[in-house]
């Protein structure tokens, strides 16, 4: 059983527990201070938020190929209350998803891909992980 037969909140607990051993996976100091969107009301309150949100870019990426910063920007957002006026949507915070891409890089999960469709992929050190992570979720 792989990936695609988990659940994806249930899959995204499982890898953020393993991105937890891997020592470049670090919550910068100031991310209990700020909102993970602008679309939100409040900052971020839980406690292992940085490991799930680099989970799940982890597992966007296995399951979409090349993403970048601008395509999980839009992935991450949300519909912003304006009150009176209509709502509207707004895209997710790029510093927090651009750190967390550099992390996985400097851990050598992820790569930089030029050209036609230009971001970031995982590496077959990442390809492994992401895969071991699904079947061991599903037998245990």
């Known amino acids: 059983m792989g990936i695609y037969d988990i659940d994806a909140n249930e899959y995204n ?3 953020s527990e393993e991105l937890k051993k891997i020592p470049e996976f670090k919550a910068p100091e100031w991310i209990h201070f700020v909102k ?3 679309a939100r009301d409040r900052p971020i309150l839980e406690e292992d938020f940085w490991h799930k ?4 870019i982890m597992r966007q990426i296995y399951v979409r190929g090349v993403l970048g ?5 839009t992935r991450y957002g949300g519909r912003k209350d304006r009150g009176h006026k209509p709502p509207e949507f707004r895209r ?3 510093k927090i998803i651009r750190l967390i891409l550099q992390q996985a890089e ?3 999960l992820l790569k930089k891909v030029k050209g ?3 971001g970031r ?4 050190k990442g390809k492994e992980l992401v895969e071991k992570t699904g079947k061991g979720g599903k037998e245990g």
């Open 53 to 56: 949100r680099a989970a799940s």
């Open 36 to 38: 993970s969107s602008p």
């Open 69 to 73: 910063v601008s395509r999980l920007r």
């Open 121 to 124: 992929s995982l590496t077959t």
């Open 106 to 108: 400097a851990a050598g």
């Open 116 to 118: 036609k469709r230009s």
């Open 92 to 94: 997710g915070s790029g």
């Open 13 to 15: 607990k499982l890898l």
